[in-house]
């Protein structure tokens, strides 16, 4: 059996062509969508940061050559059908040609309207989004928000739930139940994303401090 019967080699379209999706390898945000050929790829593969074909000026580019805000490759993947790379990469400044950090910042409406404004709900996953809620909620409280009565209660009562909710997880982990274990945790979560949003210490801080610390001892040097 052959290469090409394995599948093993990537599909192009007629053009040459095949689509990179580049994602945050932090926290999963998709930053953009370009189009490399087997010379793009190639290039991404040998420099480890991000090359693309651009199709309307029928020439190679690096992503950020002229700006600096280039994209360092942590991962490729492919597709099963082998017609669609994803490329996971840690940006260096804004991705977007607009100064936004993704392209992916406009949303469309049940209509299938365009929005107007720049929403930023593209923006990674559920942590994030209700990090940005625990923002909203202490910018603008609202009236029977938990969020908001929390902030009001101020520091204390943030961190006296965090402790709550981690003898919690114990207790939870000690009864070997999958479903408490779950729901606990995700309490735990939650109040820790809060005593982040009490300090305004956003989400991107702590993945930067894991990325630090990935594929490294965990134990930490003495001082």
């Known amino acids: 059996m052959g290469q090409q019967d394995r599948g093993t080699t990537f599909k192009f379209d007629e053009q040459g062509l095949i689509p990179a999706v580049v994602q945050d390898w932090l926290d999963g945000t998709v930053l953009m969508v370009g189009y490399m050929n087997q010379e793009a790829l190639s290039q991404t593969l040998a420099t480890k940061t991000v090359h693309f074909w651009s199709r309307s000026r029928k020439k190679l580019w690096e992503k950020g050559e002229t700006s600096g805000n280039k994209l360092h490759v942590k991962a490729l993947f492919v597709d099963c059908d082998r017609d669609t790379i994803l490329v996971k990469a840690q940006p260096v400044g804004p991705t977007c040609h607009t100064g936004e950090r993704a392209c992916f910042f406009t949303a469309i409406d049940a209509q299938g ?7 930023g709900d593209a923006a990674a ?6 990090a940005r809620t625990i923002e909203d909620r202490k910018a603008h409280p609202q009236q029977g928000s938990y969020t ?7 520091q204390d009562k943030i961190l006296k739930k965090v402790a709550e909710e981690a003898g919690e997880v114990l ?23 809060m005593v982040l949003g009490y300090h305004d210490v956003p989400l ?13 001892s965990g134990l930490r040097p003495e001082k």
């Open 113 to 119: 309207r365009i929005e107007s404004d720049k929403t």
């Open 204 to 216: 991107q801080a702590i993945y930067e401090e894991l990325a630090k610390r990935f594929g490294k």
């Open 171 to 193: 207790l939870a982990s000690k009864g070997g139940k999958r479903d408490e274990i779950v729901y606990e945790v995700t309490d735990l979560f939650f109040h820790t994303l």
């Open 148 to 154: 908001t009565k929390l902030f009001e209660g101020g």
């Open 125 to 130: 996953g559920i942590l994030e989004a209700v």
